[in-house]
């Protein structure tokens, strides 16, 4: 699938720093999110001058890095005019060194599931973002590092709030794999001995550069398993009460 051709896609960025609009996705109503308020994607150091000024070019109010301090002072934004910068630590990349050491290629996945689930939960960054875009502050972009997973956990908590069916959540979710299509080919010819060991050795290289259904199926069960509802989930862990959800409701449009 050529970049133009994918959900979300912005003319002028490669699809691998997985920039995307979460515009254009449609709510439990029959609504569409309304395209060109709403970004994610990867850390933004790594994106050249033209991909710069095609940033500048969508007029955004506000970038959010997802980011840990010490990440961000390794790879800092590049300042832009007329944009606020915010710091709203969303946790560290869950497939770091220590889910690596001495794991099997299962205990890895299931670690990353776990680990990707709990971010549902008290996230400062999904919270920075939610409670910007209530005060109607879009533009937005958020982003991490490479833009999978604490990003898709946010996408994933930002789209319920914008309310999408959970099918329409993991299809954003899953999108990673599709942008970042070259690294994930890389990857697999690196590997290419690992990969005829099995399926689970297939899984870890793909979490090495995109994700997987079952951990954004986890994200799901999560909260099914603490909460009645998406509503009382949102409600209690990010103070977003029917009121804030109307306010968000302008977010959608026929």
Request: proline share 4%.
């Amino acid at each position: 699938m050529s970049g133009r051709a994918l959900p979300g896609y912005v003319e002028g960025f490669d699809p691998e720093v997985n920039l995307r609009d979460l515009g254009g996705w449609q709510t439990r109503d029959g609504r569409h999110v309304r395209k060109g308020l709403i970004y994610r994607s990867s850390r933004l150091d790594v994106l050249d001058t033209s991909e710069l000024v095609r940033l500048q070019q969508l007029g955004l109010a506000c970038v959010v890095d997802l980011r840990p301090r010490e990440e961000t002072q390794r790879h800092p934004d590049p300042r832009l005019p007329s944009i606020r910068y915010v710091q709203a630590d969303a946790g560290r990349d869950p497939l770091d060194t220590g889910t690596m050491a001495d794991a099997s290629p299962s205990q890895v996945i299931d670690a990353m599931a776990r680990k990707t689930a709990a971010m549902a939960f008290g996230n400062a960054g999904a919270a920075k973002v939610l409670s910007l875009l209530v005060e109607g502050t879009v533009p937005l972009l958020f982003h991490c590092n490479s833009g999978r997973d604490r990003s898709g956990v946010v996408a994933m908590i930002v789209l319920m709030a914008l309310r999408c069916k959970d099918d329409v959540v993991l299809q954003d979710y899953l999108l990673t794999n599709a942008y970042r299509v070259r690294s994930l080919a890389a990857l697999k010819a690196q590997y290419a001995d690992a990969l005829a060991l099995g399926e689970e050795y297939r899984q870890l290289i793909t979490v090495m550069a995109g994700v997987l259904p079952q951990t954004g199926q986890a994200v799901l069960d999560a909260i099914d398993g603490a909460f009645p509802s998406r509503e009382a989930f949102l409600r209690q862990e990010y103070g977003l009460d029917e009121a804030g959800l109307d306010r968000l409701s302008d977010l959608d449009i026929s």
